[in-house]
């Protein structure tokens, strides 16, 4: 199975601060990678996949990038709905493991 | 307007069995995969198993493999997760979601459940 890690585990930002999580693989995917968020007590919501396409609906705030083995969130300023753990997600292989969350909070 | 809905929430005892259910309208429930994903308390996503409602094709993860059954009815436009012995470590929330084509193969799960929370207590 692919493993994957994400940095940071957590953060604390401010509104309108630029905000970047990092996801790793322990084999290139190519751009197979996705990024969902969850709100505390919610189901989780897809923000980015294919690396960098973003989902219908997602603010253009959010961007994704990179590929092979290291990709990374962007969120160019941080909105208080934006308080959030994040995951990512990789669909090249089965099964399509998710990384262990980034959770974003207030300063 | 796609949706999933899930079953309520389940309180159970220790070696006893349970079925969960995902109901989904809106679109051709037999055209996509339908994946669930297991949080546990305070804790993060796990990928368990996919299947696809039109054929029944099913892909577990190895951990899940053994410990659960995903299954799907297209009649009813519902896929299921049961176990058939419950441990208290199965307690956890349990999402369904709908997992849609990207574009150039890249798959992702694009509309999801209300999630099931599972209780196993003695």
């Known amino acids: 199975d692919i493993q994957m890690t994400q940095s940071p585990t957590s953060l604390s930002a401010s509104v309108g601060d630029r905000v970047t999580i990092t996801c790793r693989t322990s084999?290139?995917?190519?751009?197979?990678l996705n990024w969902y968020q969850q709100r505390p007590g919610m189901a989780p919501k897809p923000l980015i996949f294919?690396?960098?396409s973003l989902e219908s609906g997602v603010p253009s705030r959010f961007s994704g990038s990179g590929s092979g083995t290291h990709f990374t969130l962007t969120i160019s300023s941080l909105q208080p709905e934006d308080f959030a753990t994040y995951y990512c997600?990789?669909?090249?292989?089965?099964?399509?493991?998710f990384g262990p969350g980034t959770k974003v909070d207030i300063k | 307007e796609v949706q999933l809905v899930q079953s309520r929430a389940e309180v159970e005892k220790p070696g006893e069995s349970l079925k969960i259910s995902c109901k989904g309208s809106?679109?051709?429930?037999?055209?996509?995969?339908i994946g669930w994903v297991r949080q546990m308390p305070g804790k993060g996503l796990e990928w368990m198993g996919i299947?696809?409602?039109?054929?029944?094709?099913?892909r577990y993860s190895p951990p899940f493999q053994g410990q659960v059954t995903i299954s799907a009815d297209k009649s009813i436009s519902t896929a299921f997760l049961q176990w058939s012995s419950l441990k208290v470590s199965d307690t956890a929330m349990y999402y369904c979601?709908?997992?849609?084509?990207?574009?150039?193969?890249?798959?992702?799960?694009?509309?999801w459940g209300q999630g099931t929370l599972v209780t196993v207590s003695s």
């Open positions: 979601a709908r997992r849609t084509h990207g574009g150039r193969g890249r798959y992702y799960f694009d509309y």
């Open positions: 809106g679109y051709t429930f037999s055209n996509y995969w």
């Open positions: 299947i696809y409602p039109g054929d029944s094709d099913t």
């Open positions: 084999q290139s995917i190519s751009d197979y």
């Open positions: 294919a690396a960098s």
């Open positions: 997600q990789q669909s090249y292989s089965t099964p399509g493991t």
